[in-house]
């Protein structure tokens, strides 16, 4: 690592895209700061050779810890930040509790914001910088039995497309990264969310849940369509790099085509089909 180095820190860096994207820039020279939650997956990190630190995006006090270590170890400096931390929600709109609900923003939104906010304050004093949000194709469109998950990928696209506009000028550039089905951990996670959140015996949706069980535990080959966490990277790369980056990066054909038909189907057409996508996938 040179003195020069440009510097990122990355969240949800435990498995999956965050991990991914983590190695892929520190191969490219960038300083990455890769963070997680969990005591023994920022060991895990460290033995792998990164500069790891703790972040929970549910604790203000973890999340505002770390933005102070990172900048005491960087000189008061950031050049970017990789919002990647989130986890899926499953259930039925019905059966999610207020807690529940509360849950999935204060990882996938309220703690992504304070997070940028702070890295804000020290793009703004720098002159420069770029914001990276990991949204889904689930920001885009709306599945059944995803509403949780839903509701806070579409809050933060909302969120950042303001974000974009106010910074405009500033010389610091904002993306959206919207991936659709990638290979990670994200089903065995949505899982122990679902078992720990969901009454699914006395729910109306008895039955679609244990086809969605099924689906969620099933071994075997990754969904149709489904890409390597390596495609994120690379959009991730270009956001970073790129001297002019996007607004949106679509990852994986689900997500152009979706995109696609949201601007020419009628709001019936589209739901026929993400009805249709919804039970083919729990069959």
């Given at each position: 690592m040179t003195?020069?180095?440009?510097?990122?820190?990355?969240?949800?860096?435990?498995?999956?895209?965050?991990?991914?994207?983590a190695q892929g820039l520190h191969a490219r020279g960038w300083r990455v700061f890769a963070t997680a939650r969990k005591a023994e997956d920022v060991a895990r990190l460290q033995q792998l050779g990164l500069e790891s630190l703790a972040l929970d995006l549910t604790d203000s006090m973890s999340i505002h810890?770390?933005?102070?270590?990172?900048?005491?170890?960087?000189?008061?400096?950031?050049?970017a930040v990789f919002n990647n931390g989130a986890y899926g929600q499953p259930g039925a709109v019905e059966d999610?509790?207020?807690?529940?609900?509360?849950?999935?923003?204060?990882?996938?939104?309220?703690?992504?914001?304070?997070?940028?906010?702070?890295?804000?304050?020290?793009m703004r004093?720098?002159?420069?910088?770029?914001?990276?949000?990991?949204?889904?194709?689930?920001?885009?469109?709306?599945?059944?039995?995803?509403?949780?998950?839903?509701a806070s990928k579409f809050a933060l696209e909302g969120l950042t497309d303001t974000l974009r506009?106010?910074?405009?000028g500033s010389g610091i550039h904002v993306s959206l990264i919207e991936p659709g089905p990638i290979i990670s951990r994200f089903r065995a996670n949505a899982m122990f969310k679902y078992?720990?959140?969901?009454?699914?015996?006395?729910?109306?949706?008895?039955?679609?849940?244990?086809?969605?069980e099924n689906r969620l535990t099933k071994e075997g080959p990754a969904a149709p369509f489904?890409?390597?966490?390596?495609?994120?990277?690379?959009?991730?790369?270009?956001?970073?790099?790129?001297?002019?980056?996007?607004?949106?990066?679509?990852?994986?054909?689900?997500?152009?085509?979706?995109?696609?038909l949201k601007r020419l189907l009628p709001v019936r057409g589209l739901d026929w089909i993400l009805r249709r996508v919804s039970s083919g996938e729990n069959k």
């Open positions: 003195p020069h180095a440009k510097s990122i820190l990355i969240t949800g860096c435990s498995s999956g895209i965050g991990l991914c994207v810890a770390a933005m102070d270590e990172v900048l005491q170890r960087s000189g008061g400096t950031l050049d999610l509790s207020r807690a529940a609900l509360r849950e999935q923003f204060e990882t996938n939104l309220f703690g992504t914001h304070e997070l940028t906010c702070r890295a804000i304050e020290v004093r720098q002159g420069h910088g770029r914001i990276i949000h990991n949204s889904s194709v689930l920001g885009l469109v709306a599945l059944p039995f995803r509403g949780a998950y839903n506009l106010e910074l405009h078992r720990q959140n969901i009454d699914a015996d006395h729910s109306f949706f008895r039955a679609t849940y244990q086809r969605m489904t890409l390597p966490p390596e495609a994120v990277l690379a959009k991730v790369i270009h956001a970073l790099e790129a001297p002019r980056p996007r607004a949106r990066y679509f990852v994986t054909f689900p997500t152009w085509l979706f995109a696609i």
